[in-house]
């Protein structure tokens, strides 16, 4: 069974596709958008989130009552390293989660075999059957993870489960098309620009990629909802407006849909030991505008 690397398991989800389903959230990402929502999910490899309220000051962890950060050496504190220095002692993060009793030290990353996800995925079945619901692929971004996701989806499938996949499109093209679309009922595709040199600046990554692999995989015939993140400082001017309503234009069998910006990712940011990136929440009346300009639902 191939191995993978997940930050969540996430039963009774509403918003991840049709129905009651089962989101599972796959750590690593190649993009690094700013305004990302889960940014642990950005690396692939288990990190600490520290949960400030919790931390009762035991001095377990070689720390004190303001939390483990000053006891950290070498700046590993919420990066991509799998080791953290405690004293002189290197301690894996998986052990130096566990020291902790208040569980103000948080793991956030594990590794799991397809199978031990399809057993739990397996468990809420019942309420797939009477929702219509199933298993979604999350992160994070799943085609960073193309073996463990395109297992993970064959298996669902064959286990009669609909099958849904979140992603930005920036994988391999091949891995979409031969890997992924033959055993995906639903592709998620989050839209984030239009434009190619703002794209490059918020994400990091390249958009001509994307849009190529959003087309390849709509003539497919799959089956598609078109997810625009809005942000006002970013999406509401008309030259973008324009570029996202032209596209969308391009794909008239696929669901269109606007998620409006949110502050949440801040809390968690803080948790990693990262700066907050704050940009503004729209109002309703701007999300309303925005859809209606680009022919999407909110």
């Known amino acids: 069974m191939t191995e993978g690397t997940i930050f969540d398991i996430q039963h009774f989800s509403t918003h991840d596709g049709p129905g009651v389903r089962t989101t599972v959230f796959l750590k690593g990402c190649p993009l690094h958008c700013e305004w990302c929502h889960n940014p642990e999910s950005q690396s692939r ?63 956030c990353g594990r590794k799991m075999t397809s199978q031990e996800v399809i057993d739990e995925v397996m468990k809420d079945e019942a309420y797939y059957r009477h929702s219509g619901g199933g298993m979604t692929l999350s992160g994070g971004e799943p085609a960073f993870q193309p073996d463990f996701s395109s297992e993970l989806l064959k298996e669902a499938r064959k286990a009669g489960i609909h099958t849904a996949m979140e992603t930005s499109g920036c994988g391999r093209t091949e891995d979409y098309l031969e890997r992924f679309a033959p055993w995906t009922d639903l592709f998620i595709w989050d839209v984030k ?44 001017q008309d030259r973008i407006i324009e570029a996202t309503a032209g596209l969308l234009e391009e794909f008239p069998d696929a669901q269109k849909e606007v998620i409006p910006y949110h502050l949440l990712g801040n809390a968690k940011r803080t948790k990693l030991n990262l700066p907050e990136i704050r940009f503004r929440e729209p109002s309703d009346e701007e999300i309303e505008f925005y859809a209606g300009a680009i022919g999407a639902i909110h």
Not at 54 to 83: E, T
């Open 193 to 236: 620009l239009v434009d190619e040199d703002l794209y490059r600046k918020y994400t990091g990554g390249g958009l001509n990629k994307v849009l190529d692999n959003l087309r390849k995989v709509y003539h497919t015939g799959a089956r598609m909802l078109l997810r625009m993140i809005f942000i006002p400082e970013i999406h509401l």
């Open 45 to 107: 490899e288990p990190q600490i989130m520290f949960h400030k309220q919790r931390c009762i000051g035991c001095g377990a962890c070689g720390g004190n009552h303001f939390g483990p950060a000053p006891a950290i050496k070498g700046g590993h504190y919420g990066d991509n390293s799998d080791m953290i220095h405690k004293e002189e002692a290197a301690v894996s993060i998986s052990e130096y989660s566990r020291i902790c009793q208040s569980g103000a030290m948080e793991l």
